[in-house]
């Protein structure tokens, strides 16, 4: 609303392009309730772009929303046209595991009319965060009875609000992504030697203070699995002192009226990481069969991060 009122000949004059527009098209629908000149609303899926088309229609917005099917990267939009504005909800519980890079920086290269403002993006920029993490279930079932080496090619992901997962220590930013700059970051990433992948390494203090909270909760959580008290006394205290792997979540930050980053979505508490009411997941790759054990208050632990940030789409 705050983009659309600002536009100097006002929001009838203003191209909207959903990206990922989805069955119900309501991002499209709210541009085009505003008062968008014309909306373009692109949706990979077949039968999701019909019921989009039959929502719109229903809403009486057919005159203002043309739905196109397939990718985005692949479509031109009618007439050659380009957005002014581009709302994106493409982003994944880790942020750009849903193709948010290669689409966006596509978007930034042929659909938006001035790609390097930020106030032109909706989000403007995205983000992950990580911490190491303990988990109970992990601590619970162990082998020979249990192989989590089954199913670690896939990471759990767990509701942003679920307690049988808690941090080591606060979280850090391991990606960290501006639309208007995406151009940027793919010139850097393949500038770097190492064919368009990107680095990062993060330390970790495990915290002492942490560790205590997380045994309480974890005594909780044990019961509720009508543990006995000697299994929930035994296990609460090794899970909080174990890691099982890396916990990611995403968080997203929208411009205000003056293109400041006035809006900002968390889907877990920040900066602290804690648990909260999200959309999104919280995403934990099983480290191994086992998870590391013994861990105290004062221990590092040594995170490398790589991601891939192609120049171009594939």
């Not at 057919?62 to 985005?72: K, P, Q, R, Y």
């Not at 989000?123 to 670690?152: G, N, V």
């Not at 501006?178 to 970051?185: E, T």
């Amino acid at each position: 609303q705050d983009r659309l009122n600002s536009a100097k000949n006002g929001p009838e004059s203003q191209v909207v392009l959903d990206l990922g527009t989805g069955p119900f098209a309501l991002f499209a629908i709210m541009a085009a309730e505003l008062g968008a000149g014309r909306v373009y609303a692109i949706e990979a899926s077949k039968e999701i772009a019909a019921n989009a088309r039959k929502v719109i229609a229903e809403q009486g917005f057919a005159d203002v929303i043309t739905v196109l099917e397939g990718f985005s990267t692949d479509i031109v939009l009618p007439d050659n046209a380009r957005a002014d504005i581009i709302v994106a909800e493409i982003i994944g519980s880790i942020a750009t595991e849903e193709g948010a890079y290669a689409t966006i920086l596509d978007a930034h290269k042929r659909l938006m009319k001035n790609p390097t403002d930020a106030n032109n993006w909706i989000p403007s920029r995205i983000q992950t965060w990580a911490a190491p993490a303990s988990y109970t279930l992990h601590s619970l079932f162990a082998p020979p009875e249990f192989d989590w080496t089954k199913i670690a090619a896939e990471p759990v992901r767990f509701s942003c609000r679920d307690y049988a997962l808690e941090l080591l220590d606060d979280p850090q930013c391991v990606e960290d992504i501006s639309f208007a700059d995406i151009d940027k970051l793919a010139a850097k990433a393949n500038g770097s030697g190492g064919g368009g992948t990107m680095k990062k390494q993060l330390s970790y203090v495990a915290s002492g203070e942490r560790i205590q909270a997380n045994e309480a909760t974890f005594v909780e959580e044990y019961k509720k699995g009508q543990l006995s008290k000697a299994q929930v006394a035994e296990l609460a205290p090794k899970a909080a002192h174990s890691c099982t792997g890396v916990a990611f979540w995403p968080r997203l930050m929208l411009p205000g009226s003056d293109g400041a980053e006035q809006y900002i979505i968390d889907s877990r508490s920040h900066p602290d990481g804690n648990q909260r009411r999200s959309h999104w997941q919280t995403v934990l790759p099983i480290m191994g069969a086992e998870p590391a054990v013994g861990i105290q208050g004062g221990d590092r632990i040594e995170v490398s991060c790589e991601f891939d940030a192609p120049a171009g789409v594939a």
